[in-house]
């Protein structure tokens, strides 16, 4: 994962690489007993783990947490494991828990995908996610079982995603023949929707040929005083 060796792995090791310069550094981790696979790491083979000295699992330590006050407002009762709530590779279960107790975080997550031109995940849009749980709602409304191998629940799920799929490709094929102004960035005229470059030259001369549309999408083009 980028973000895990941007954002922490490689800071740690930069700041330990400035510690072992001044001191001899213990690094002390978090894994739990019941966590042997991280253990297995190579990484993790030159630390030192308490909670795996004293033998305590993940349950444990959250109930040792739990018993000097802290408890995160209930997170962890709504979620297996507390991570960014924004990541793609959370699995379903932890995002229908985004999605049923924090609306706003939800929205947010939704506006993101809205703006960007790759969906959320590999299998699903934000929207198509919320779809799904909402499916999966009704069916236990219904007393249905929602156990994912089943022939009727997968069935049932692919017509329903198959219905707003199809919904949604006539709607962004009407939204595209509303023109928008291309985007201007560093000298290259892009398209508003897919991020193409929508600028082509022409001949010997060297003059610009402004398309109407994009012909990577087909969104239709406003090049105002451009």
């Not at 960007?116 to 749980?133: G, H, I, K, M, P």
């Not at 929508?198 to 083009?221: A, F, K, S, W």
Request: net charge negative; with cysteine.
């Amino acid at each position: 994962r980028w973000c895990t060796s941007k954002l922490k792995t490689e800071l740690l090791k930069k700041y330990k690489s400035e510690m072992n310069e001044k001191y001899d550094v213990i690094e002390y981790v978090g894994i739990a007993s019941d966590e042997q696979y991280r253990l297995e790491r190579e990484a993790n083979k030159h630390h030192v783990h308490p909670l795996v000295e004293w033998g305590w699992d993940e349950t444990t330590a959250l109930q040792y947490c739990y018993d000097k006050g802290y408890d995160w407002e209930g997170t962890y009762e709504i979620f297996d494991r507390v991570s960014c709530w924004c990541c793609p590779l959370q699995s379903l279960k932890e995002l229908k828990g985004l999605w049923k107790n924090f609306p706003e975080l939800w929205n947010e997550l939704k506006e993101m995908d809205n703006q960007t031109w790759r969906q959320f995940r590999a299998d699903y849009s934000v929207e198509e996610l919320e779809l799904r749980f909402k499916f999966e709602e009704k069916r236990t409304q219904q007393g249905l079982n929602n156990n994912p191998h089943t022939k009727d629940f997968r069935t049932s799920w692919k017509e329903t995603l198959e219905s707003f799929r199809t919904g949604q490709i006539a709607i962004e094929a009407l939204e595209k023949q509303i023109q928008k102004k291309v985007v201007l960035d560093k000298n290259i005229y892009l398209c508003p929707n897919c991020g193409a470059n929508v600028e082509t030259d022409c001949g010997d001369d060297m003059l610009d040929y402004r398309l109407n549309y994009c012909d990577n999408c087909g969104q239709t083009l406003d090049w105002g005083e451009l």
